[in-house]
């Protein structure tokens, strides 16, 4: 049997989403098969009051700009304790992480291997300073969707080899088929009217403006829009639903711990979202909770949704074509019940949180023995 490992998470952003919630998941996963992790964030982080509901021990750091004070604090809880993987989760706290390791390698220090979770399909620069973190400082890479790391291959020329595409993982018992009338009761949501739904940041490239514009276009006038989330556009977005006189349509439900009875209550999960995704947890979740899903074809979410197929695939940033995809879907029942079960059929087998963990472990596993590997053959010459 593998000894434990130890691993420290970094994260330096402040907000709260996807890409935090797949941090804690996967560290109380790894915590549930023996390893010992810790979460290491900016202080004043939401993921800091979030990690004691996750059963993860969370410690603040001045980690939250790219100052030497950060990189010195991350010198120090290295110092405090053996940690075998530093896994950095954002562009701040990887910087500081790497120069904290490549300091404690110069003066002769443990330093754990870096390994650096890419989340989002923004651009990597291309610059001397960023090359020497990717190929150098970091011991491997992970992607949370195969279109990431082909960007990272074809735009940045990072080897192939040294780049992991793991999705995030989902706890599919959470997600199982529940009734819908009794959902709608429960959350106090209308019960006999076409529901269409968005789980998601409240963030200007989740597209939430566009599904508002969308929602008088449609041809189901009954339709009602659940907003399920929060974030720095919720004062935007109301004012756009006020401005269109539907306010008695939308429910804007804020952040909610547990979306499993929200997305059961719906008739259709839509993300328009036009930047910025790998895989997104939400379209993941309706996926798994059996809801029918419309989307667009942006960063890494055609891997999961197929035109026709597990999805319904509209325009990016385009409300008219928005409003057609959600009554394409609204007006076949069939086809919706379909699209619905194939997703589910594909998901369920792919995108599980044991298989997310067995692959995160083989990535560190690797890191560390490519490391140990290296250490050897420098120390024989």
Request: some cysteine.
């Amino acid at each position: 049997m593998s000894a434990p490992l130890s691993i420290a998470h970094t994260e330096a952003s402040s907000g709260w989403g996807g890409q935090e919630i797949r941090i804690l998941t996967e560290a109380a996963g790894f915590i549930g098969r023996g390893h010992r992790v810790e979460v290491w964030a900016a202080e004043g982080a939401r993921i800091l009051a979030e990690a004691p509901r996750f059963g993860v021990p969370a410690v603040a750091l001045p980690i939250g700009a790219k100052r030497p004070r950060g990189a010195r604090a991350l010198d120090a809880a290295l110092s405090r304790e053996r940690i075998d993987v530093v896994n950095s989760h954002s562009s701040t706290d990887t910087w500081l992480a790497a120069v904290a390791c490549a300091w404690r390698g110069l003066r002769r220090r443990p330093a754990p291997v870096l390994v650096r979770t890419r989340h989002v399909s923004i651009p990597v620069p291309n610059d001397a300073g960023t090359r020497w973190l990717y190929r150098r400082a970091t011991a491997r890479i992970v992607t949370t969707g195969d279109a990431l790391r082909a960007q990272l291959i074809r735009d940045n020329g990072i080897d192939p080899r040294r780049i992991d595409s793991v999705p995030t993982g989902i706890d599919g018992a959470r997600y199982v088929s529940r009734n819908r009338a009794d959902a709608r009761a429960t959350l106090n949501l209308p019960p006999d009217v076409p529901l269409a739904g968005i789980v998601a940041t409240l963030r200007s490239w989740k597209g939430h403006r566009h599904l508002v514009a969308a929602l008088p276009q449609t041809r189901h006038r009954d339709m009602r829009l659940v907003i399920v989330g929060d974030g720095p556009q919720r004062a935007a977005l109301e004012a756009q639903v006020d401005a269109a006189g539907i306010r008695d349509r939308v429910v804007f439900a804020g952040q909610q711990d547990d979306v499993a009875p929200w997305l059961a209550a719906l008739d259709l999960f839509v993300l328009p979202s036009y930047a910025n995704e790998g895989v997104p947890q939400a379209l993941l979740q309706a996926m798994f909770a059996g809801i029918p899903c419309v989307t667009t074809a942006v960063g890494a979410i055609p891997e999961i949704a197929r035109h026709g197929d597990t999805a319904e695939i509209v325009a990016v940033e385009d409300p008219v074509a928005l409003a057609r995809g959600i009554d394409a879907v609204l007006d076949d029942p069939a086809r919706a019940a379909q699209l619905a079960a194939n997703a589910h059929a594909f998901v369920l087998p792919r995108y599980g949180l044991d298989t997310m963990l067995d692959r995160m472990e083989t990535v560190f596993r690797r890191a560390l023995a490519d490391s140990r590997s290296m250490s050897e053959g420098e120390a024989a010459r």
